[in-house]
C-alpha cells in the first residue's frame, strides 16, 4: 500500500498577475539563510576572512549568479544538450526547471576565484594572501552554507514533482492523487535529507568543532566528497532522466558519473589544503 499525495500547485503564489513559484521561493530562502550563516562563520576569529560591507554584498551577488548561471549551464550541457540546441530560447526558461548542482559548482568555484583575485589584488602588499589561498577560505564557508540551498531545492524538486524516484513495493512508495503510475520513491525528500539536513550537520560539525577550517581547501574537499557519496546512494533510488536514462547496462547514471568525479576532485583538494605550501 502506498502513501497517495494531493498534487501541489508550483505556483506559490501569484502577484499583481505574476506567478511566484516554489522553485523561486526556494532560492530566495536558501539565499536569504545562506548569507546570514555565512556572514557569522566569517566573524569568528580563526575564520582567516577580512570582507568589508561592501565586498560581502558584491560576493553573494557573484555566488547568486554563478549558481544560476553555472546549475542552468550545467543541465543544458551535461543533461539535455540535443533539445536545448533545437529550442535554444528555452535555456532562458529557467521557471520550467533544469539545474544541475556540479554545473552549479562549477559556476561557484569560477566566481569565487575571479572575486578572491578582485580582493586580494585590492589589498595593500603585506595584507595579500594570494588568489587561491583567498578563494579556498571563501569556498569552505560556502561549502558550509551549500547544503541548505540543497535542502530547499529537493523540496521545491518534489513540491514540483521532479525527478522522482524509481517504482517501488515498498509501504512508503509515494503516488500522486490522479496519477496512475506506480508507486515511486520520494527520491527528492531522501536526498534533501542527505545532501541538506546530514550533509549540513556534518560540515557544521567539522567547521565549528575541528581545526580543519584552518587548513584552506578542507571543509571544500570534505562537501564535495560528502555530497559525492550522498548523491551516489540516493541514485539507487532515483529514475535515470528520461531523455538520457542509464549510461550502462548495469545502471550508471549520469548523476552518479558526474559524483565521482566529483568525489576524486574533492579528495585531491582535501590532500593538497594539507601540504605545508
Request: proline letters at 4%; aromatic letters at 14%; glycine letters at 10%.
Amino acid at each position: 500500500m502506498a502513501i497517495v499525495i494531493e498534487p501541489i500547485s508550483p505556483v506559490a503564489f501569484s502577484f499583481f498577475g505574476l506567478d511566484v513559484r516554489w522553485y523561486a521561493l526556494a532560492y530566495v530562502a536558501a539565499f536569504v539563510v545562506g548569507y546570514f550563516l555565512f556572514r557569522h562563520l566569517i566573524s569568528e576569529k580563526d575564520s582567516g576572512i577580512s570582507l568589508t560591507k561592501k565586498q560581502m554584498d558584491d560576493f553573494f551577488t557573484t555566488i547568486i549568479f554563478s549558481v544560476i548561471l553555472g546549475g542552468r549551464l550545467g543541465y543544458v550541457l551535461f543533461y539535455n544538450l540535443p533539445f536545448f540546441l533545437r529550442h535554444p530560447l528555452e535555456i532562458l526558461a529557467v521557471w520550467h526547471g533544469g539545474m544541475s548542482f556540479h554545473g552549479g559548482l562549477l559556476g561557484v568555484i569560477i566566481g569565487t576565484v575571479l572575486f578572491a583575485r578582485a580582493v586580494d589584488r585590492s589589498r595593500d602588499a603585506p595584507a595579500r594572501q594570494g588568489t587561491f589561498r583567498t578563494a579556498f577560505r571563501l569556498l569552505d564557508m560556502v561549502a558550509v552554507v551549500a547544503p541548505i540551498g540543497l535542502f530547499f531545492g529537493r523540496i521545491a524538486n518534489f513540491i514540483n514533482m521532479e525527478v522522482m524516484g524509481r517504482p517501488t513495493t515498498r509501504p512508503w512508495g509515494v503516488v500522486f492523487a490522479g496519477d496512475n503510475a506506480l508507486p515511486r520513491h520520494a527520491s527528492p525528500l531522501y536526498e534533501a535529507a542527505a545532501e541538506g539536513l546530514v550533509l549540513f550537520t556534518l560540515m557544521y560539525g567539522l567547521c565549528r568543532w575541528t581545526r580543519l577550517r584552518t587548513h584552506p581547501g578542507a571543509l571544500s574537499g570534505v562537501l564535495g566528497m560528502g555530497y559525492a557519496v550522498a548523491r551516489i546512494f540516493c541514485e539507487q533510488f532515483r529514475a535515470p532522466d528520461v531523455q538520457i536514462g542509464f549510461l550502462t547496462s548495469w545502471g550508471l547514471t549520469m548523476g552518479q558519473l558526474l559524483s565521482g568525479v566529483m568525489f576524486l576532485g574533492g579528495a585531491i583538494i582535501f590532500a593538497i589544503a594539507f601540504r605545508k605550501k
